[in-house]
């Protein structure tokens, strides 16, 4: 029997989830019951032992699971890769503006916003691509996306890229109300010392400035749960000690009867910008989409 993307997407799920299958389940949107079945059906079909277990709990990869696990990322990148090539070729024929923005910037700030423009502009068809600042970057720099809006710094050379801030806020941690640290009314980052951390995978902008601020306080091995979903994330803090280190703005979608937030004492700081490719003369059409995008956002910021 093949393999296919969607078991080569829950086996990774389940070890980028330390092995907690209500965790994997939670983050791809299954039961666990669905998840305990696939894993014993992959395991009988292919006959292949994936998983260390211990009191029938699973506990690590087998070494085949190790070798089973590098290549189904690699995969699974290809896949995504070969997926973003046939979407933009196929937009770029159409003459679609193509605009590039993280998932929770998209749904805190632009929800609305570019439905109404639509409306508003029959001519105008915006295609819209949600992925990390640093994917983004990159689909901008190689032409796959005509506006990209990044989480500061954006690392782009700003004689090729016109570039606009357009939002200025900061990280904040997201946790349990029975977490010890909701007593505090305000955190340093050596409150976090010892507690299980959280936040957006490695591949999102957000990722590296926690990252860095942690390794400052020598708090980095303690990031133990990262996710693409927010509310993954915020969900992970309920009945647990472990503390999600996310944007503030996501304090809108909190349940506060089993979450709360707490801003830091030395925030890091969350930012994000307006960016394209500078030219001596843009299409009219996306030339108001970006102008429209910066005169709405940015004087409310300034």
């Not at 890769?81 to 770029?92: A, K, M, P």
């Not at 806020?169 to 007593?183: G, H, I, R, T, Y």
């Not at 390794?215 to 647990?240: P, V």
């Amino acid at each position: 029997m093949k393999l296919n993307i969607l078991q080569l997407y829950y086996f990774v799920n389940i070890v980028e989830c330390n092995f907690n299958l209500s965790l994997a389940a939670k983050k791809i949107h299954i039961s666990q019951p669905a998840l305990s079945q696939f894993i014993s059906t992959f395991e009988r079909d292919h006959e292949i032992e994936l998983f260390n277990r211990k009191n029938s709990r699973l506990q690590g990869l087998t070494t085949a699971g190790k070798e089973v696990y590098d290549y189904a990322i690699k995969i699974l990148a290809l896949s995504d890769e070969l997926d973003h090539i046939i979407h933009y070729e196929s937009l770029r024929q159409k003459g679609t503006i193509r605009i590039g923005l993280p998932s929770l910037i998209l749904e805190t700030y632009f929800a609305a916003y570019f439905p109404k423009l639509s409306v508003e502009n029959k001519e105008i068809q915006i295609s819209i691509s949600e992925d990390g600042s640093h994917a983004l970057r990159q689909k901008l720099i190689k032409d796959d996306l005509d506006i990209a809006i990044l989480i500061e710094p954006t690392l782009l050379d700003e004689k090729v890229y016109e570039q606009h801030t357009i939002c200025f806020d900061e990280m904040v941690a997201f946790l349990s109300q029975n977490n010890p640290l909701a007593k505090k009314n305000r955190l340093n980052w050596r409150d976090l010392d010892k507690y299980p951390l959280a936040t957006f995978k490695s591949s999102f902008m957000t990722h590296q400035l926690v990252s860095e601020k942690l390794e400052e306080n020598h708090l980095d091995s303690q990031i133990l749960f990262t996710s693409s979903s927010w509310s993954y994330l915020m969900d992970a803090t309920q009945d647990t000690d472990i503390v999600t280190i996310l944007p503030r703005p996501v304090e809108k979608h909190l349940n506060r009867d089993l979450s709360t937030i707490r801003k830091f004492k030395d925030p890091i700081p969350f930012n994000f910008t307006i960016c394209r490719a500078r030219h001596e003369k843009h299409e009219p059409l996306k030339d108001y989409v970006f102008n429209q995008i910066v005169s709405n956002f940015a004087p409310a910021n300034t």
